[in-house]
């Protein structure tokens, strides 16, 4: 039987941000939803719709914005390792790394060597 739990430190941080970045997709869609309601359900006053729109769109987007940027974040710094990124005045550099070094190949020979012994009939 095998075990379906985590076994190394690093496995666990990967779990621990794949739910993390489940979370940082949920918080969007449930801002975009509050949004989507408060302006289709808002009960506002009339003239005040090009305002209103302004202002919900403006925090819509700095929530996008935001949640995109620690999507991106956990994406590259977290404990997978796989990602690089280096922001400098000439520009952005982003690549894919793989730390973990492929399996060598061991091999290992036991040789037993016997003595013949005299007088062994056939």
């Given amino acids: 039987m095998t075990s379906t739990e985590p076994q190394t430190f690093a496995e666990r941080l990967r779990g621990i941000m794949s739910w993390m970045l489940f979370g940082a997709g949920v918080a969007c869609t449930l801002l975009a939803v509050g949004a989507l309601m408060i302006v289709w359900r808002g009960g506002w ?15 819509l987007i700095g929530a996008l914005i935001g949640m995109l940027a620690v999507i991106v974040s956990l994406a590259i710094g977290g404990p997978v390792g ?8 000439r520009g952005a550099e982003f690549e894919a790394v793989d730390d973990v070094p492929p399996p060598v190949a061991t091999v290992t020979t036991t040789t037993s060597v016997a003595t013949p012994t005299s007088g062994v009939s056939a």
């Avoid at 006053?45 to 925090?59: D, K, M, N």
């Avoid at 796989?82 to 005045?89: Q, S």
């Fill in 45 to 59: 006053p009339a003239g005040t719709e090009t305002q209103r729109l302004t202002i919900i769109g403006w925090t």
């Fill in 82 to 89: 796989r990602f690089k990124g280096k922001v400098n005045m």
